[in-house]
Structures are given as C-alpha cells and as structure tokens.
C-alpha cells in the first residue's frame, strides 16, 4: 500500500530536549515536506526537500533542522524544544513536479513540549 | 504576495442539504489548485485539483469545485451532505514554485 508513515504519532517532552521525528513514504517520490498545524492558522511549511541530499526552508523554518541521507526518508529534528513548538506535525511527499501535484501526507504527529 | 484565503472558519450544514465552501486567492496568473479534506485525527486526503481546462472539477465523494478566474476563487460543493462529511476542508495553491499554500481551513459540522 502506497503510504507515508510518521513516528512517532503522539509525544510528550519536555522545553530543551532533542527530538527526532521519522518521516518515511515507499513511493519513491523524489519531494517530500513538512509543515505543521495550528488552529486558525492552517498548515505552514516547515522545510521541503526535492531530492536526496536537496533540502530547503518553507514559511516557518525557525527550531528546526531536517536531513534527507536517503530518498524515502525524512526526519524532523527539533534540537532543543520549545512550548511555542507544540503543534500537530504531518510529513507530505509528491510526484513530480517538484511539489506541484498531489501531496500524500501522513497521519500526523501531536507532539506537546512542557 | 501570493496567498489562499478561506473565509469561513466553520460552517454547520443540515444532513442532506447542499454546501458551498469559498476559497479565494491571490495571485498574477492562475494557480494550481487543490481542495483537502481533514477527518478527526486522520491526515489530509485529496479531494479534488485543478491545473487547467474545464474549470469545473469533479473530485471524489461526490464534491465539485469551480474555478472562477474573474472573482480568483475555487468553492467547493457537494449537493447533498451526508454525517460523514463533518471534517476539516483546506484549500491550497501553488503558484510556481515548489510550495503548496495553505487556506486556514473550514470546519464542517453535519446536523441531523
């Protein structure tokens, strides 16, 4: 089955503690992304990549680091957390061109920073 | 500045009525695009795109949408709504780069 899958999908932590938050698709999609949601505000792009080694900033990039060693995976690295951080993260991946089609995202990651 | 704008944070509909949801945007050419739709605690799933030729869009589950170039919007409709529409409905564009833009969203709530 064609997906993208996140883990974790629910975490807690505290203010300064690194995180890591997996992104992974098996569609062989060459761009993938991640943004995050908060109420009233819709989804904001965090950083996209468009192919291996290939990564760049979106709208919100502040707080947080992305690498992209591999094409099917995608991970979101917080390195040191904050509240204002607390939000619902999904990872998205596209065909090309380059982010201009159909995103298929994943099932989202609630992460809470205390 | 490019932009999507969603105007109607929540909209409540009764089960089998019909429902337009607005979706405007701003920008010098035509976009691509894209209506969204958000379950509970699910992610997002797309219900319907538009790039170019016939501006009226089918989608699934049975929604619509039509692009009007002279007002720079792309509503979506359903003719008759049914318990399980009640989500989160975003609406998004692309407009020439390697980034989608994002509406604020429209909650749907189905009463019976």
């Known amino acids: 089955e064609a997906q993208v899958t996140q883990n974790p999908r629910y975490l807690i932590t505290v203010t300064g503690k690194k995180l890591t938050v997996t992104c992974s698709q098996n569609?062989?999609?060459?761009?993938m992304s991640w943004y995050r949601q908060d109420p009233g505000l819709g989804l904001r792009q965090i950083y996209y990549?468009?192919?291996?080694?290939?990564?760049d900033k979106g709208d919100v990039p502040e707080g947080y680091k992305v690498s992209r060693k591999e094409k099917r995976n995608f991970p979101l690295i917080l390195e040191s957390p904050s509240p204002n951080q607390t939000s619902l993260y999904f990872c998205?991946?596209?065909?090309?061109?380059?982010?201009?089609?159909?995103?298929?995202f994943g099932p989202g990651t609630r992460l809470t920073v205390l | 500045a490019q932009s999507v704008t969603q105007p109607d944070i929540h909209i409540t509909v009764s089960e089998g009525a019909s429902l337009e949801l607005r979706c405007n945007y701003s920008?010098?050419?035509?976009?691509?695009l894209f209506w969204y739709v958000q379950s509970p605690g699910q992610g997002l799933q797309l219900l319907l795109k538009?790039?170019?030729?016939?501006?009226l869009v089918q989608g699934i589950k049975g929604f619509e949408a039509e692009f009007k170039r002279s007002q720079s919007s792309f509503n979506l409709r359903k003719p008759s709504v049914h318990w399980s529409d009640a989500a989160e409905y975003f609406c998004?564009?692309?407009?020439?780069?390697?980034?989608?833009?994002f509406g604020t969203g429209t909650r749907l709530t189905i009463i019976p």
């Open positions: 998205a991946s596209s065909p090309p061109p380059h982010g201009t089609d159909t995103q298929y």
């Open positions: 569609m062989n999609h060459e761009y």
């Open positions: 990549s468009m192919n291996v080694e290939v990564t």
């Open positions: 920008y010098g050419a035509t976009p691509y």
């Open positions: 538009y790039f170019s030729g016939d501006t």
């Open positions: 998004a564009g692309n407009f020439g780069n390697e980034k989608l833009t």
